[in-house]
């Protein structure tokens, strides 16, 4: 059983699956262990939200709450939509004799991360599973990529790698 890390998790390879693991846990655990200070603003984003809500609940500004709470869910609602849409949080578990290729797309440090698209057959068509990996600015991010591709290799799976545009 092979496995490496993903950004909120691992991905594991066993004899006759693929499995993705996920969780905000994991995703934590993945920036201890590759950037401290990365989760350190993490986690301050989140603790300066949480205190001004409660100071504007604090000060009765009901309405102003309630605009920001609304439009806290729209974006959560529409990210996770486009993350679906995109074949991001689908098929956490494919059958490996059902993966055609996997093409390994190389990120920019600071705009995209790198990410592997796993092609295979479902329902007489193929999907597509988009596995995001860990951040270049990690301290491991790049060892993880190449380990994903070699990891696929080692399976029998073709791996093209492209540029961070798809090129």
């Known amino acids: 059983m092979a496995s490496f890390r993903t950004k909120r998790g691992r991905c594991v390879l066993t004899d006759d699956e693929l499995r993705v693991e996920s969780g905000l846990y994991l995703q934590a ?18 603790a300066a939200l949480l205190v001004a809500s409660a100071r504007v609940a604090s000060s009765g500004e009901w309405r102003a709450l309630v605009v920001g709470a609304i439009a806290v869910v729209t974006l959560l ?4 939509a486009a993350n679906r849409r995109r074949g991001v949080g689908s098929a956490d578990r494919i059958p490996l004799y059902d ?9 920019d440090d600071w705009l995209t991360r790198p990410r592997l698209v796993v092609r295979y057959w479902r329902d007489g068509g193929v999907k597509r599973r988009r596995v995001m990996m860990p951040s ?4 491991y991010g790049e ?8 990891t696929f290799r080692e399976r029998g799976i073709p791996v093209e790698t492209v540029g961070p545009h798809g090129r």
């Open 136 to 139: 270049g600015l990690l301290s």
């Open 77 to 80: 609602v529409a990210g996770r």
């Open 29 to 46: 655990k993945r920036y201890w262990e590759g950037n401290r200070p990365l989760l350190a603003v993490y986690l301050g984003l989140y």
């Open 143 to 150: 060892s993880e990529f190449e380990r994903a591709k070699r």
């Open 99 to 107: 993966v055609e290729s996997v093409t390994a797309v190389a990120g």
